[in-house]
């Protein structure tokens, strides 16, 4: 009994990671900071008018594109488990990023821990 527990858990926790997978793949654009942690109300205002723009689209081959201030830069993404995206530009930097909330409309993710932003599919 024990072991069909476990097999039950593994198979459910595989099924929910490829539906998180599958829901973030698409294009998806800045709508608003929903936790700016010890950012001053000023920091808050620079932060939003710096992503104002933002635009990030995952494709079903792994590969990203962020567009922010006028620049494009490309790089790989994966989920490191079901909540925790890994995405990796093409000049190497790695960035870890929590998912807060993922569904087909809205995407919430957290940057360094400090700011999390809503972004809403295009």
Sequence with gaps: MKKITIL?????????????????????QFSDLTDTGDLDAQSVEMTKMIFKDFQIEFSA???????VMGKTEGGTWKMSDEKTLVITTDKGKTMN?????IDDKELVISFDGKV???????
Aim: net charge positive; proline share 2%.
């Design 116 to 122: 999390t932003m809503m972004l809403n599919r295009v």
């Design 61 to 67: 081959d792994k590969k990203v594109s962020v567009a």
């Design 8 to 28: 039950f858990f593994l198979l459910f926790a595989a099924t929910a990671f490829a539906q998180t997978e599958k829901t973030l793949i698409g294009k998806w």
């Design 97 to 101: 990023m929590p998912i807060k909330k």
